[in-house]
């Protein structure tokens, strides 16, 4: 057994691991971070089917404050505005009607980002559930689809960190 061959074989073992972790931990920190999301965003939901017929075209604006610690996301949420077949309404102060949100993000590396998040909302009537299914498009903005317990509402969603 040639020792000269063994200890420069384990170093050279040692050498290449420390320098793989060194790339991994690179390329996940600076080329493929997270996506910003602990802060205030606004989420605008389009309703494009319903059971209930006077929120079909309705539209929905919420100001959500989340931190994301990993991949877990929690926070509330106020609703701010709301646009149906019953009209027009801005929800200001002790009005607005609030939510708690949790949530994850799904790192693709190969792909875009994607958020689920999960709003309970307690709603003038009830406690309701809404689910948003988001793909990241750039560092402060998603969109997709949500599905609610609220009339069995379905349609479009779009995230940002500036008012709509």
């Given at each position: 057994?040639?020792?000269?061959?063994?200890y420069?074989?384990?170093?050279?073992?040692?050498?290449?691991?420390?320098?793989?972790?060194?790339?991994?931990?690179?390329?996940?920190?600076?080329?493929?971070?997270?996506?910003?999301?602990?802060?205030?965003?606004?989420l605008?939901?389009?309703t494009?089917?319903?059971?209930?017929?006077?929120?079909?075209?309705?539209?929905?604006?919420?100001?959500?404050?989340i931190?994301?610690?990993?991949?877990?996301?929690?926070?509330?949420?106020?609703?701010?505005?709301?646009?149906?077949?019953?009209?027009e309404?801005?929800?200001?102060?002790?009005?607005?009607i609030?939510?708690?949100?949790?949530?994850?993000?799904?790192?693709?590396?190969?792909?875009?980002?994607?958020?689920?998040?999960?709003m309970?909302?307690?709603?003038?009537?009830?406690?309701?559930?809404?689910?948003?299914?988001?793909?990241?498009?750039?560092?402060?903005?998603?969109?997709?689809?949500?599905?609610?317990?609220?009339?069995?509402?379905?349609?479009?969603?779009?995230?940002?960190?500036?008012?709509?």
């Amino acid at each position: 057994m040639n020792f000269d061959s063994f200890y420069s074989d384990v170093l050279a073992t040692i050498v290449g691991g420390i320098a793989l972790t060194i790339l991994f931990f690179v390329s996940k920190e600076k080329i493929f971070p997270f996506p910003v999301l602990s802060g205030r965003f606004y989420l605008e939901q389009k309703t494009v089917t319903t059971e209930y017929g006077l929120y079909a075209g309705m539209v929905l604006r919420y100001v959500i404050l989340i931190i994301r610690v990993g991949d877990k996301i929690e926070g509330t949420a106020e609703k701010i505005y709301e646009n149906s077949k019953s009209g027009e309404r801005t929800y200001v102060g002790k009005n607005r009607i609030r939510g708690e949100v949790t949530g994850y993000v799904e790192k693709r590396y190969f792909g875009k980002d994607k958020i689920c998040l999960h709003m309970v909302e307690d709603g003038s009537k009830r406690k309701s559930s809404t689910l948003y299914m988001l793909e990241v498009t750039s560092e402060y903005t998603a969109s997709g689809e949500f599905v609610s317990t609220i009339a069995d509402q379905t349609g479009t969603v779009k995230w940002q960190n500036q008012p709509f």
